[in-house]
Antibody, heavy 122, light 107 residues
Framework: QITLKESGPTLVKPTQTLTLTCTFSGFSLTTSGVGVGWIRQPPGKALEWLALINWDDDKRYRPSLKSRLTITKDTSRNQVVLTMTNMDPVDTATYYC??????????????WGQGTLVTVSS | EIVLTQSPATLSLSPGERATLSCRASQSVSSSLAWYQQKPGQAPRLLIYDASNRATGIPARFSGSGSGTDFTLTISSLEPEDFAVYYCQHRSSWPPTFGPGTKVDIK
């Protein structure tokens, strides 16, 4: 079955760079039509798509955050890495990674990680 | 970026009652709209995709309708496990966006 799990620091200081890793199983990012996205949710607030990487290395970024985000994949390790530069307290959120595919519908999120809470504070 | 608005923000109902949640898009998303349920401390769960299709394993009491800019999620008879926050999300273009959510709580 498909599983995903996020890992990374729980606390970062303002201006630092956040690096999050999504480790997945049950699918391969070398399979045509498969993608992994990152979505975040500030405490008590709504969800927000951040970035997406596809099997063919096509990458999409939320326009308002594009200058701060980088998404990469390591297919040999079944991992997707998201980096976000110049962190600010408003970036405090639970960060999720999730699976999407053209088979079930691009940008539909059937499978999610458990999420990891990242707090930005000095 | 397409903006989704949801109403009401909170819906207070009793088990067994019918819940009707609305989602409106700032421009047409055709039928490319999904609904998710989220409980505290959990990741969202996909309920409905492409406006009216139930995801695998979703009970028949959940139904969706609409197209273009106006969509509705209906829960025909609330079960205790249905009290949660519900989000709509479009997938018609990048970036996909979510609405602010409707919380269904126990009256």
């Amino acid at each position: 079955q498909i599983t995903l799990k996020e890992s990374g620091p729980t606390l970062v200081k303002p201006t630092q760079t956040l690096t999050l890793t999504c480790t997945f199983s049950g699918f391969s990012l070398t399979t045509s039509g498969v993608g992994v996205g990152w979505i975040r949710q500030p405490p008590g607030k709504a969800l927000e798509w951040l970035a997406l990487i596809n099997w063919d290395d096509d990458k999409r970024y939320r326009p308002s955050l594009k200058s701060r985000l980088t998404i990469t994949k390591d297919t040999s390790r079944n991992q997707v890495v998201l980096t976000m530069t110049n962190m600010d307290p408003v970036d405090t959120a639970t960060y999720y990674c999730a699976h999407t595919s053209s088979g079930s519908g691009w940008y539909l999120l059937y499978y999610w990680g458990q999420g990891t809470l990242v707090t930005v504070s000095s | 970026e397409i903006v989704l608005t949801q109403s009401p923000a909170t819906l207070s109902l009793s088990p067994g009652e019918r819940a009707t949640l609305s989602c409106r898009a700032s421009q047409s998303v055709s039928s490319s709209l999904a609904w998710y349920q989220q409980k505290p401390g959990q990741a969202p769960r996909l309920l409905i995709y492409d406006a009216s299709n139930r995801a695998t394993g979703i009970p028949a009491r959940f139904s969706g309708s609409g197209s273009g800019t106006d969509f509705t999620l209906t829960i025909s008879s609330l079960e205790p496990e249905d009290f949660a926050v519900y989000y709509c999300q479009h997938r018609s273009s990048w970036p996909p966006t979510f609405g602010p959510g409707t919380k269904v709580d126990i009256k």
